[in-house]
């Protein structure tokens, strides 16, 4: 998760909301990272989980990533948690709840649902503080741009 929350600055730094994702194989090689680009690439699809995803499936050349875990930052939205279920991803991990999006109980359960085709188990409040701050820090600033006319 330490990884997730790193891609998740990486993002703060280029002004995208901080989130981070990271790939791990069973055997504890990182597959693949991301970070949210959604504003950078002008792509509503540029989500932390989806590039990491599709990095983990160009490092393993293949779309299935069943021996794998899958840590994030922020709850996986409904879109992420989709493609996590279609990537094959047993685990997903994350820090923060996400009360209006999330797709992995809080407001959506696509992981973790019994009824899919593939399933996924769900780890949350895995370093919920630390992702919360980046979040609410990010969020704070913008908001004091917005006060200040300078965004």
Sequence with gaps: MKLALREAERAMQKEEVPIGAVIVSSHGEILGKGYNQRESLKDPTAHAEILAITAA?????????????????????????????????PTVVFGAMDKTAGGCGSKFTICGQQVMNHKTAVVSGVLEDQCQALLTQFFEQIRSRESNGTR
Excluded: H, K, Q, S
């Design 57 to 89: 499936a160009n490092t393993r050349g293949d779309w299935r990533l069943d021996d794998t875990i899958i840590y994030v930052t922020l709850e996986p939205c409904a879109m992420c948690a989709g493609a996590i279920v279609n990537a094959r991803i």
